[in-house]
């Protein structure tokens, strides 16, 4: 079974920090997405990372995917508050994008000003 | 392009009552996937589409979750009788390329209250 681990589940930091995410997952996938969700709205796809050693960056986000680890990090520069959210990871199922995406339980940031 | 559209995206019903809930994808994407977020926790996939065909339902509590894909477009996920632990949000999600990139694209999803 394919499991998805995200941490921390829960952080608080203070604008103009740095910080990472962390994604582990527990079988092999060489694809792996990151989304945002804002309170009371869908997810929004931020990331998608599609091979060993990817990295891709938007703004003050940027995703790195190591498959060889099943890790993949989200590091936060100098963030700002309109960062607040939730942010998940997903990984594909065992058949490839077409099963689907397991999710990880997601990591709530707060950006306090 | 309009995005995955879903209605209603607010429902509160007392247990034992029916309820649906309506996903239109995105024009042109063969792939629909319907998921369940309870509160504080990531998307769980309950049933996958390929055009009309339910190729991964196994999730779905078959005894009282139903879902239908008619002519490949539009879908309906169904709740009779629907229990307390129902109350979730209920996301449909659409891709185009599911076997190349898999990148899914969520509706808003439609919050499901049972009293």
């Known amino acids: 079974e394919l499991k998805v681990e995200q941490n921390p589940l829960f952080l608080s930091m203070q604008e103009g920090k740095n910080y990472t995410i962390y994604c582990n997952y527990s079988?092999?996938?060489?694809?792996l997405y990151w989304y945002r969700q804002d309170p009371g709205k869908s997810l929004e796809s931020l990331f998608v990372?599609?091979?060993?050693?990817a990295v891709k960056q938007e703004g003050r986000l940027m995703a790195s995917l190591d498959t060889k680890a099943r890790l993949s990090t989200l590091h936060i520069t100098a963030a700002v508050h309109d960062l607040s959210a939730t942010y998940f990871c997903?990984?594909?199922?065992?058949?490839?994008?077409?099963?689907?995406?397991?999710f990880g339980k997601g990591t709530h940031l707060i950006i306090q000003p | 392009e309009a995005g995955v559209v879903q209605s209603p995206r607010y429902k509160i019903i007392e247990k034992k009552q029916p309820v649906a809930f309506w996903c239109n994808p995105i024009?042109?994407?063969?792939?629909l996937y319907w998921y369940l977020q309870n509160l504080g926790q990531g998307p769980e996939l309950l049933i996958r589409y390929e055009n009309e065909e339910a190729v991964d339902d196994s999730q779905l509590p078959k005894d009282r979750f139903s879902a239908e894909r008619l002519k490949g477009v539009d879908s309906t996920l169904k709740i009779q009788p629907a229990e307390l632990g129902d109350s979730a949000v209920y996301l449909c999600a659409s891709s185009k390329d599911g076997l190349m990139t898999g990148e899914l694209f969520f509706g808003e999803g439609s919050r499901l209250t049972v009293l």
């Open positions: 024009s042109g994407h063969n792939t």
């Open positions: 079988t092999t996938s060489d694809r």
């Open positions: 990372l599609l091979s060993n050693g």
């Open positions: 997903a990984v594909d199922g065992p058949g490839g994008g077409a099963d689907g995406l397991t």
